[in-house]
């Protein structure tokens, strides 16, 4: 009976751990991802830097055509812009019945825009101490253009040779572009006095404006 009250006041019953409530941590958000940049002609370059993401062959440094298309996306199609330069002219008359004959250092510039349409003027003083040059050239000999087109690499057409004081004819000019940055400028013409040619090679400047 003893035992038995002894185990009746032992200590209550053990129920075991207590399960602990579980926490949430805080989380992080991840770094946001861009996605790439859209190249919708598959040429390597997204648009933004394609000038022109529909057409696989145009894209910067790309090869320039003689297509009216700024292939290379560099601002220009094919050699529009502005170009400059140096030349020379020869010109030869007979006075009096002796001949005579100049050589002029000119500077050249020319302008084109689209296929139809180049301005250009070649400047060429004339040898202020020369009274005889200045007599029948004045001076300076100056040509430019008319009625002149252009058509991929060349351009043709007339020209105007005049000076400031004495004189004017018209003649013949032709550019030749050897590359897109360069060209040769040429112009001739005859009268039954005086012969005039000049020769002018210019590099692309920048745009035309």
Same mark, same amino acid.
């Given at each position: 009976?003893? $035992? ?5 006041c032992g200590s209550p019953k053990d129920s075991g751990p207590v399960a602990e409530t579980a926490r949430t941590e805080p989380t992080t958000p991840g770094p946001t991802t861009t996605p790439p940049p859209t190249d919708v002609d598959g040429?390597? %370059? !997204? ?8 057409? +696989?062959?145009? %894209? ?17 199609? #094919?050699? #529009?812009?502005? %170009?400059?330069? /140096?030349?020379? $002219?020869? /010109?030869?008359?007979?006075?009096? =019945? ?17 296929? /139809? ?7 060429? +003083?004339?040898?202020? =101490?020369?009274?005889? $040059? ?24 007339? $020209?105007? @040779?005049?000076?400031? #004081? ?7 000019? @032709?550019?030749?572009?050897?590359? %897109? ?9 005859? @009268? ?14 920048? !745009?035309?404006?």
């Amino acid at each position: 009976m003893i $035992a038995l009250a002894l185990l009746a006041c032992g200590s209550p019953k053990d129920s075991g751990p207590v399960a602990e409530t579980a926490r949430t941590e805080p989380t992080t958000p991840g770094p946001t991802t861009t996605p790439p940049p859209t190249d919708v002609d598959g040429d390597g %370059f !997204p648009e933004g830097t394609d000038c022109d993401d529909y057409a +696989p062959d145009v %894209f910067p440094g790309a090869t320039e055509l003689w297509n009216q298309v700024d292939d290379d996306c560099d601002g220009r199609v #094919d050699a #529009d812009g502005a %170009f400059a330069g /140096a030349g020379i $002219a020869l /010109a030869s008359t007979v006075y009096e =019945g002796t001949p005579y004959q100049w050589t002029l250092d000119c500077s050249a510039t020319l302008d084109r825009i689209g296929d /139809a349409r180049v301005d250009f003027v070649v400047t060429c +003083p004339t040898d202020p =101490g020369d009274a005889l $040059a200045v007599q029948l050239l004045g001076v300076a000999v100056v040509l430019t253009p008319i009625d002149t087109a252009a058509v991929d690499a060349a351009a043709w057409g007339g $020209a105007v @040779t005049y000076t400031s #004081d004495t004189w004017a004819a018209d003649g013949a000019a @032709t550019a030749t572009w050897s590359g %897109f940055d360069q060209l040769t400028l040429s112009s001739s013409l005859s @009268t039954t006095w005086l012969d005039v040619s000049v020769s002018a090679a210019m590099d692309w400047t920048g !745009p035309t404006k």
